[in-house]
């Protein structure tokens, strides 16, 4: 098991072209933690937007009766890779990591396996 500053710290060294990684709390939209990003990539605005992307998926599953869980949300763009990680453990209910990728330095199927692999090894 490992906290949350050394998950982050996994997630930018062991995944491919990571730009930066968050673990949010959904239900207030703030980021318990960041690394990376910078001047050009916010990870505190990305962290409050795609809390409104994953409220609103889970919002949609609801009216449609899908009794189901998200996996993952994955948004591409013509540069980046933007994957949004659900934490199924009881300890992490509300929370999700997110991950801003360089699609052209990425392996979007080792990201996603990484970071799979990081939430189950990841401490709240």
């Known amino acids: ?15 491919d072209g990571t730009i930066g990684v ?11 933690g960041t690394l990376g990003g910078g001047k050009e990539f916010d990870l505190e605005v990305a962290a409050a937007g795609n809390t ?19 996996e993952d949300i994955l ?23 997110y991950i801003a990728l360089d699609a052209g330095k990425a392996n979007l199927a080792m990201a996603r396996h990484q970071l799979r692999r990081i939430e189950a090894n990841l401490e709240i």
Do not use: P
């Open 52 to 70: 409104d992307v994953v409220r609103s998926k889970l919002r949609t599953m609801e009216h449609l009766g899908i009794k189901d869980e998200i």
């Open 22 to 32: 968050a673990l949010v709390d959904y239900t207030s939209g703030m980021a318990l």
């Open 75 to 97: 948004i591409t763009l013509s540069k980046q890779y933007h994957l949004i990680r659900l934490l199924r453990a009881k300890s992490g209910n509300g929370l999700f990591l």
């Open 1 to 15: 098991m490992s906290n949350t500053d050394a998950s982050l710290k996994e997630a930018m060294s062991s995944i």
